[in-house]
């Protein structure tokens, strides 16, 4: 099967056919991700090229499997993980990220590798850059299992008082607060009860300590 998934990939083929083949390579990834590294020569190139497709599904397939590459196969694909970034940060800048479902799915998808990227990468990511970004393209709210990922990370920069996510003088605890209430609001973190509570813990301590905002 791996020349037939192969040529799926190849230049001039449909969208969907790249789509379905990188679906399959995604599950190597995750659930064989120790022979991943044998089968980098079929798949890498055209995932990290699919990251910016016209397709949002195809978009969704590429970024999903660089989120495990990050998550499950760091220690082999490290810089390539790095020289992701960029692509990822353009696929959720793109006009059309959000206007309708697959193109919701393929954007929060991106959000997600970027955070897998930073929370598993240990070296080389640019956080000052990154970061900000990052939290600026919050919140996820109709993926709920990369949802889990996004806001358990997200939870962990608050527990360090990361300044990037609070912002100088904790000016981002407005936007914060809103995104809480757009998780709660879309009963995104229904799979993730653990990741849920800490996320409203952390809104009732802001909202004690920094009443003066009006929240």
Not at 70 to 94: G, R, T, W, Y
Not at 151 to 164: F, K, Q
Request: charged share 20%; net charge negative; glycine share 6%.
């Amino acid at each position: 099967l791996l020349p037939t998934f192969s040529d799926m990939l190849g230049e001039g083929r449909p969208s969907s056919y790249k789509q379905w083949s990188l679906c399959i390579f995604d599950d190597l990834l995750e659930f064989a991700s120790q022979n991943a590294v044998n089968y980098q020569e079929y798949f890498l190139q055209p995932m990290l090229v699919s990251i910016c497709d016209t397709y949002a599904p195809t978009r969704q397939a590429a970024a999903y499997g660089v989120g495990v590459l990050a998550e499950k196969c760091n220690k082999d694909f490290s810089q390539v993980c790095l020289d992701a970034l960029s692509p990822l940060m353009i696929s959720v800048q793109n006009p059309e990220a959000r206007i309708d479902k697959p193109g919701i799915h393929a954007t929060e998808n991106a959000i997600s590798a970027i955070t897998k990227i930073c929370k598993f990468i240990e070296h080389g990511v640019p956080l000052d850059t990154v970061l900000p970004f990052w939290f600026s393209s919050l919140p996820v709210v109709e993926d709920k299992e990369e949802a889990c990922h996004v806001y358990s990370y997200l939870c962990d920069l608050i527990d360090r008082n990361n300044t990037h996510i609070l912002g100088t003088n904790n000016s981002n605890v407005p936007k914060l607060l809103g995104i809480i209430g757009d998780v709660v609001a879309h009963n995104t973190l229904s799979d993730g009860e653990h990741v849920l509570q800490r996320l409203l813990a952390i809104g009732r301590h802001i909202q004690k300590q920094y009443s003066y905002f009006g929240y």
